[in-house]
């Protein structure tokens, strides 16, 4: 298929960039790098199956040729991006998807909504499915990320309804892996980035909320298989495998060989408690659920951030 992927320059969407291409499609990468790397796609410049077009979909547009599906990935997914970011993030949310489904509509292609598990705010529900409704605060700091979010789920199925277009929705729950910016605000790269710096690791409350880590490898595999399936109602993605933020922490030190300290910070307001998805309807549908360790990941995460760090040292004088 020729695929669109727009937010390809981002982390997940990089990773899935190199999958389809993997698996024999072509693929157009769209990107305004607001928040995405161009290193993430450096090494696709060449491929003849790839293409880049530099857009902020949240402004009109169209691509010239066929058009096999649209995979909408475009938006920061950071806390620290989309609270530098708030009305781009509600704009891509809004009128980035509306813009990305009017393209899979004029080609009659499919369309792959990634959503998030923020969706579910700060869950009352243990652990979260796809028809738990959510505890999301409208008028929040994080409400910019969740709205949008939720927005564009709601459009997805409009368009469905409406124009009986082919579309699914992904609820992303913490994805890991290299690629990942150090300074992103999300705990995996931030309990990185201070254990491999002599920094103390910082935990935001006393450390028993919990979060649950899916190495991107996994997550890619998920879309992919969703992409292709007649799911049309939001699909939960992510490790069921639960574990607090002070355990994870503890086990970052112990990775790293880190002897650093661990100190405590107030918690952010709307940060969820807790965090673990029911992956059974991916399991029963897709054939999916996660097959990488959570410590065979972070052993390839952290050897890729040590590789940036190495790369960032000046050089000897001799």
Not at 10 to 32: E, M
Not at 43 to 61: A, K, T
Not at 132 to 151: L, T
Not at 238 to 267: D, H, K, Q, V
Request: proline residues 7%; contains cysteine.
């Amino acid at each position: 298929m020729r695929l669109i992927l727009a937010g390809v320059a981002g982390f997940i969407g990089s990773h899935l960039a190199d999958r389809l291409l993997a698996d024999g499609h072509s693929v157009v990468g769209v990107d305004n790098f607001l928040t995405g790397s161009p290193a993430n796609i450096e090494h696709l410049r060449g491929n003849p199956r790839f293409d880049f077009v530099q857009q902020d979909v949240s402004e009109p547009f169209d691509l010239p040729g066929a058009v096999d599906g649209v995979l909408n990935l475009a938006s920061p997914a950071s806390p620290k991006d989309y609270l530098e970011h708030p009305l781009e993030t509600l704009a891509v949310g809004s009128w980035g998807t509306r813009n990305l489904i009017e393209l899979a509509r004029r080609h009659s292609a499919r369309f792959l909504l990634c959503s998030t598990s923020e969706c579910y705010g700060d869950p009352l529900e243990h652990p979260q499915s796809e028809t738990y409704w959510g505890n999301v605060n409208p008028v929040g700091p994080r409400s910019c990320y969740d709205e949008s979010k939720r927005f564009a789920e709601a459009l997805t199925m409009a368009a469905h309804r409406t124009y009986k277009l082919r579309t699914n929705i992904a609820r992303i729950f913490n994805t890991y892996g290299p690629r990942m910016k150090l300074d992103d605000g999300r705990v995996v790269p931030a309990f990185l980035g201070q254990a491999l710096g002599g920094q103390p690791i910082t935990i935001f409350g006393d450390g028993s909320q919990t979060r649950s880590f899916c190495y991107v490898s996994d997550m890619v595999d998920g879309l992919c298989r969703l992409m292709l399936s007649d799911e049309r109602y939001p699909v939960n993605l992510g490790n069921p495998c639960e574990t607090t933020i002070l355990e994870f922490a503890r086990r970052i030190l112990a990775l790293t060989g880190s002897a650093n300290p661990i100190a405590f910070e107030p918690l952010p307001e709307d940060d969820p408690k807790r965090r673990q998805p029911d992956i059974g309807k991916a399991r029963r549908l897709l054939g999916w659920e996660p097959v990488v360790a959570l410590d065979d990941g972070l052993r390839e995460t952290i050897a890729y951030f040590r590789g940036l760090a190495s790369a960032h040292q000046p050089a000897a004088v001799v």
